[in-house]
């Protein structure tokens, strides 16, 4: 009789705990700062949604920017990289880009978006704190 090991069987049961774990875990510390994100869920199921929080961006220039899907908002009045005029991080008026319509972005949707402007500049300035 031959005795074998079902590591497909096992590596599955691994992943499925794992991402029932981070869900729980995600739900129950709320929006935090991601080390890394986990993708066990979706190789249990290739149909489950992908839970990203906002990526908080950073320029070479101090300029600040928050993604969020398709959703990009400029926290400065200009360039924070090689781009003319250079910006002053925070200053007004912030620019807000959707960037499945404007990749290179260039418009700013700000006044036709105000709830996604309001909602982006909000966790932008939660995650920022005081100075």
């Known amino acids: ?5 079902d590591w497909l069987g096992h590596f599955v049961t691994i ?3 794992s ?6 875990s995600s739900r129950a510390l709320g929006r935090s700062a991601v080390q890394g994100i986990l ?4 190789l249990v199921d290739p149909q489950s949604e992908s839970v990203r929080p906002p990526l908080i961006c950073h320029s070479s220039g101090g ?15 200009g360039s924070g990289g090689r781009e003319q005029p250079k910006g002053k991080p925070f200053s007004e008026p912030w620019m807000l880009v959707d960037l499945s319509e404007d990749p290179g972005e260039k418009k700013n949707v700000a006044d036709e978006n105000p709830i996604v402007f309001e909602r982006l500049k909000k966790t932008l300035l939660e995650i920022k ?3």
């Open 1 to 5: 009789m031959r005795h074998g090991v």
């Open 15 to 17: 992943f499925w705990a």
């Open 19 to 24: 991402a029932w774990l981070h869900r729980r």
């Open 39 to 42: 993708f066990a869920s979706l």
């Open 63 to 77: 300029m600040f920017a928050i993604r969020d899907g398709q959703w990009k908002l400029i926290a400065g009045n």
């Open 129 to 131: 704190g005081d100075d």
